[in-house]
């Protein structure tokens, strides 16, 4: 483990055949800012080993951390949706996800990973969404008990839990941004609105 201090630490859970749109806009936004706040936050990758681990897209990436020594603080947990969030790697964030919301962290997930979390009861006692309720319902089986709770929506933040769509990775990167406190809401709308229309804000 780093001996530095890892409180500004975002960490972004990959598992393999990881979806690598789904936050293409929430790294460099924490990393650089867009140009337009400046960086209050470093990127870590954590992976189930220390291989590096493939996307949907074909991209291998190196982790930071492997899921047994991601570091005690952190800033934010995020949980990048894929394919396998329903194997032998998967169980494997259970605790993990336990022990962030514990601490109080921010966590997000999107896509299966939000599945992933109603599958685990992480999201029974929180508003949230997901890819459709009938899906959620699907995947998450009896341990999701609380539907009328669902938003459809593209994201929902409760507090500092956030979740999305696959889908909704936009309005997931706003709320997890905002969740952060990396900079004002006019900016982060700014984005939102940059990113819809095709057409960088004047600066």
């Not at 954590?46 to 899921?67: H, I, K, N, Q, W």
């Not at 952190?74 to 494997?92: H, Q, S």
Request: hydrophobic fraction near 45%.
């Amino acid at each position: 483990m780093n001996s530095e201090s890892t409180s500004s630490e975002v960490l972004f859970l990959l598992i393999p055949e990881y979806a690598d749109w789904e936050f293409a806009l929430l790294a460099p936004g924490l990393r650089r800012g867009f140009g337009i706040w400046a960086p209050q936050y470093d990127v870590k990758v954590v992976a189930p080993d220390e291989g590096p681990v493939m996307s949907l897209g074909g991209f291998r990436c190196l982790p930071d951390y492997t899921f047994d020594s991601i570091p005690a603080d952190y800033a934010a947990l995020i949980l990048v949706g894929g394919t396998n969030w329903w194997g032998e790697e998967a169980k494997r964030v259970v605790p993990i996800v336990q022990q962030a919301l514990a601490r109080k962290k921010v966590v997000g997930a999107i896509c299966d990973a939000s599945a992933f979390m109603g599958a685990n009861g992480f999201l029974n006692d929180v508003s949230h969404t997901s890819n459709g309720l009938a899906y959620l319902k699907e995947r998450a089986g009896s341990a999701y008990t609380r539907a009328a709770r669902y938003q459809a929506v593209p994201s929902v933040r409760d507090g500092s839990l956030i979740t999305a769509s696959g889908c909704g990775f936009l309005s997931f990167t706003c709320n997890v941004l905002a969740a952060l406190n990396v900079t004002d809401e006019a900016n982060i709308e700014g984005i939102r609105e940059a990113f819809t229309s095709g057409i960088f804000p004047e600066v």
